[in-house]
């Protein structure tokens, strides 16, 4: 059986500690599927689900990007730096890399001082976000320091890139070999997880991830 698990919006909801705790917990554990769907099914404040390169997610608008943020000056070095902010344990500095593309008539959006502090109600959600992918994304023993790797994958664009889960490397080891070594009951073959980063305002941002467990 395969369990999908897509969001988009997480400047705002501070979205996928659902599709973290799936990773987690595997696929052999039903409580664990029953309570995220159980999440899932809360429409007040999940933002509309968007998969990696759909219209939702797809960054670059002419809409300015709100907040004052870092960002990366390549989607390489975004995806990176970010990836190793989460292992880190650096909830801020991950926030700060974190954007939402423009939809309809809202701006984009990226991660600010404000946004990100610690004792904001976003900075809470993104505390718990980043926390879960902590635990998925860091090798054993865990580094000080990860050396983290990207490679953009041939189909990028000047606006948008999503990279595969085994074209990012944390000292040494593809992103998708640290997560299955951190999950249980998930194998190589069942794993599927991209990250996407998107072009907010002149500079590069991670703006959506894509779960695909089965």
Same mark, same amino acid.
């Given at each position: 059986?395969?369990?999908?698990?897509?969001?988009?919006?997480?400047?705002?909801?501070?979205?996928?500690?659902?599709?973290?705790?799936?990773?987690?917990? *595997?696929? #052999?554990?039903?409580? =664990?599927?029953? +309570? !995220?769907t159980a999440r899932d099914d809360k429409p007040a404040t &999940?933002? @509309?689900?968007?998969?990696? *390169?759909? #219209?939702?997610?797809? =960054?670059?608008? +002419? !809409?300015?990007?709100?907040?004052?943020?870092?960002?990366? &000056?390549? @989607?390489?070095?975004?995806?990176?730096?970010?990836?190793?902010?989460?292992?880190?344990?650096?909830?801020?500095?991950?926030?700060?890399?974190?954007? &939402?593309?423009?939809t309809g008539s809202s701006p984009a959006r990226t991660g600010?001082?404000?946004?990100?502090?610690?004792?904001?109600?976003?900075?809470?959600?993104?505390?718990?976000?980043?926390?879960?992918?902590?635990?998925?994304?860091?090798?054993?023993?865990?580094?000080?320091?990860?050396?983290?790797?990207?490679?953009?994958?041939?189909?990028?664009?000047?606006?948008?890139?999503?990279?595969?889960?085994?074209?990012?490397?944390?000292?040494?080891?593809?992103?998708?070999?640290?997560?299955?070594?951190?999950?249980?009951?998930?194998?190589?073959?069942?794993?599927?997880?991209?990250?996407?980063?998107?072009?907010?305002?002149?500079?590069?941002?991670?703006?959506?991830?894509?779960?695909?467990?089965?």
């Amino acid at each position: 059986m395969t369990h999908r698990r897509r969001r988009a919006g997480w400047m705002t909801t501070g979205a996928l500690t659902t599709a973290a705790l799936v990773v987690l917990t *595997g696929c #052999s554990d039903g409580s =664990a599927t029953d +309570s !995220a769907t159980a999440r899932d099914d809360k429409p007040a404040t &999940e933002a @509309p689900s968007a998969t990696a *390169g759909s #219209s939702a997610a797809t =960054a670059g608008s +002419s !809409a300015t990007a709100e907040g004052s943020s870092e960002g990366g &000056e390549t @989607p390489e070095g975004a995806v990176e730096a970010w990836v190793a902010a989460v292992v880190k344990g650096d909830t801020k500095g991950a926030c700060l890399l974190m954007g &939402e593309a423009a939809t309809g008539s809202s701006p984009a959006r990226t991660g600010s001082e404000e946004t990100c502090a610690e004792d904001s109600p976003q900075g809470k959600r993104i505390q718990q976000t980043v926390g879960q992918f902590m635990e998925s994304f860091t090798p054993d023993p865990p580094p000080a320091d990860p050396e983290v790797k990207a490679t953009a994958p041939s189909d990028a664009s000047a606006e948008k890139a999503v990279f595969p889960a085994d074209r990012i490397t944390i000292d040494g080891k593809t992103l998708e070999e640290v997560i299955v070594s951190n999950s249980t009951g998930v194998d190589s073959g069942q794993l599927d997880v991209k990250i996407g980063a998107g072009k907010l305002d002149g500079a590069w941002y991670v703006t959506d991830m894509d779960f695909n467990i089965g």
